[in-house]
């Protein structure tokens, strides 16, 4: 393990993992290689790969750190920016209100885990049902149809820049790269590290772990909300259902991507790679007409087998270090 938590094990093997898993479609569908079906697979995950870098940092954070609500924080955010659209408001102008709704919303749970001191799984499992109530309450339960907004607005989630999708090039390369600077080159960095680890030990070096952790489900809800407005102008609709999945998908990337459940370890950089490999399993999953309803226990093999491959490799690692000293 490196300093800041970072162990480049994992991310080795998600590299690994992710050739593999392409080459082993590739095989079958050759035509999956395409770069139509390249872009595909990139727009696929941005999204829930947005949510999963916010995430990591809640996990990393510890005292059973974790978000369960950024999936209806990403639909709730879809249905604002839908009904402030539909106001007439500039596109601009609603994408800014929406992004503050989103740092409100992260807020919420901030207060109620660090200020009121409600554990993470029951704050959090309550804002789901509320935010989900609420985005169903302002729609009736009908989705707003965005395609008629302005083409700049729906460049979003559909356009591109240099061949590549441009929310991947001006959105989520970004945001990986500030998270990682944030996690591994900051003070505050460091800091949520210490607090995830040792609460105690924070404390006495003049730190406020419970700031620390509030401001993650604050920078939780803003990528959430980010994530919300992106796929509302890939689909040209804003729908309160929308990313329902991310609850438990992030999760699974955050710990797929080395971050210990229990906090004080991990890396944005390692969820981006795994985001990779669940990005390519599933889209190669339903390129090749697999039943939908057991994609999600392929994400759950592939965790399991992450972990059994991984934990006898990092035991000589440490067994020779051990010894070495």
Request: aromatic fraction near 6%; include cysteine; charged fraction near 10%.
């Amino acid at each position: 393990m490196h300093a800041s938590g970072f162990d480049r094990t994992r991310p080795l093997l998600l590299l690994v993992m992710a050739a593999a898993a392409l080459g082993g479609f590739a095989l079958g569908h050759p035509g999956i290689v395409s770069t139509q079906n390249l872009d595909s697979m990139a727009v696929f995950g941005i999204e829930i790969g947005m949510i999963a870098l916010g995430q990591t940092l809640v996990i990393c954070g510890g005292d059973t750190g974790i978000d369960l609500s950024v999936g209806a924080i990403a639909g709730l955010a879809q249905v604002i920016l839908g009904r402030l659209l539909h106001l007439d408001l500039a596109w601009p102008v609603a994408i800014g209100m929406t992004l503050l709704a989103g740092l409100v919303l992260g807020g919420i749970n901030a207060v109620a885990i660090s200020w009121f001191r409600i554990p993470p799984i029951i704050a959090t499992l309550a804002t789901l049902f509320g935010y989900q109530g609420l985005a169903l309450v302002l729609t009736g339960g009908i989705n707003i149809d965005l395609t008629h907004e302005s083409p700049l607005f729906l460049a979003i989630g559909q356009g591109h820049v240099l061949g590549l999708p441009l929310q991947l090039v001006a959105l989520y390369l970004p945001l990986l790269a500030a998270f990682a600077f944030l996690q591994h080159g900051t003070r505050f960095g460091r800091a949520l590290y210490l607090a995830g680890t040792n609460d105690r030990a924070a404390d006495l070096a003049g730190l406020r772990a419970s700031r620390i952790r509030a401001a993650t489900y604050v920078l939780c809800g803003l990528v959430s909300t980010i994530a919300g407005i992106v796929g509302a102008a890939r689909l040209g609709t804003a729908r309160p259902d929308a990313a329902g999945e991310a609850n438990l998908i992030s999760i699974a990337i955050v710990v797929l991507g080395g971050t210990g459940i229990f906090g004080g370890t991990g890396s944005v950089i390692g969820t981006a790679l795994a985001t990779v490999v669940i990005g390519i399993v599933d889209y190669g999953l339903s390129y090749n007409d697999f039943n939908p309803i057991y994609q999600a226990g392929v994400i759950g093999v592939i965790l399991i087998g992450v972990i059994l491959v991984e934990n006898p490799f990092v035991a000589w690692r440490d067994s020779r270090r051990t010894n070495g000293a």
